[in-house]
């Protein structure tokens, strides 16, 4: 059945390194969405795109974090350097705009020692 | 400012004890509320929307419904299988697509 793919789904890094992250939404779905989740803060919407086009990245610290879409089937998030402080859980969500709802997947947990 | 308040933070239910998830919301236009169930280690997965005042969506032990400020999660007949944090998001009009979520709502069912 279709779902959205996040990979790694473990990361484990030392501060100042960079990682990236990797999501493959569900075909046919034109908007794509990061998020990051911490017991503090929660779910917390960092950019979202649609039809590959960034529209909304208020979310992201600029100076360390970038989004992109190189093609339909693929969402990256980069962050360079790290921070022990990004530590949380990042989840890919993909969706029609029509509709609204947005499908999860499973997540890349990252820890920054 | 667009705000989403889940209540209670957690909650603890013998099985079979029927109960509600209160979710208040400020937006600035409602295009939909949301409701996601997550289990530890996963994504949330989606289980309604709701997108008028008065509207109700029920799926096996679950009905969601929805005012003009919040929306209640009603749990009937709880199983230990439901167990999970309960989240919810709304998409407000001038916010495209985006959801905002709430904390959620962490259910625990003992048998």
New interface residues.
Partial sequence: DAR?TQTPRHKVTEMGQEVTMRCQPILGHN?V?WYRQTMMQ????LA?F?NRAP??DSGMPKDRFSAEMPDATLATLKIQPSEPRDSAVY?C?S?L?E?????????TRLTVL | EDQVTQSPEALRLQEGESSSLNCSYTVSGLRGLFWYRQDPGKGPEFLFTLYSAGEEKEKERLKATLTKKESFLHITAPKPEDSATYLCAVQANQAGTALIFGKGTTLSVSS
């Avoid at chain 1, 929660?42 to 919407?45: A, D, F, H, I, N």
């Fill in positions: 959205v908007t969405f929660g779910l917390e919407l979202y649609r529209l909304d989840f969500a969706g705009e509709g609204g709802e947005q499908f999860f997947g499973p997540g």
